[in-house]
């Protein structure tokens, strides 16, 4: 016997911190490969819905890129008032890789970040 459209389980999509419903409204019944019964309704999301999706989804990677970039400029600003630069220490190695992060994500402007310029810090002064 096939459940009521009320007593299936109900989900929404998570898009941009929030749950929320296809725009169109439209949902549809997912099967239980099992029972072959239908045991929930899914959002049918559509184009729009994908684009918020990725709009949404941009939205973090950039603030979170953001927040890496301010990370490791602070990490570059430690490492260079702990004067380390010589190959005696032992965590040059580490401080290598920081800088090497640091230099990829200032050089890549396509991806929204600031574009290092020389003669300025990591702040872009």
Request: glycine share 8%; charged share 20%; net charge positive.
């Amino acid at each position: 016997m096939a459940a009521s459209a009320t007593e299936l389980a109900q989900y929404q999509m998570y898009i941009g911190g929030k749950w929320i419903d296809a725009l169109s409204g439209e949902t549809f019944e997912s099967y239980n490969p099992f029972t072959a019964q239908p045991w929930a309704l899914i959002p049918r999301a559509g184009a729009s819905d994908v684009d918020r999706a990725v709009q949404a989804a941009y939205r973090a990677f950039t603030q979170q890129i953001k927040r890496v970039r301010e990370n490791l400029c602070f990490l570059m600003r430690i490492r260079s008032v702990a004067g380390i630069f010589s190959d005696r220490y032992p965590c040059v190695r580490s401080n290598r890789v920081v800088r090497g992060i640091h230099n990829y994500i200032t050089h890549h402007e396509d991806d929204g970040i600031h574009r290092s310029v020389p003669g300025r810090d990591c702040t872009g002064r």
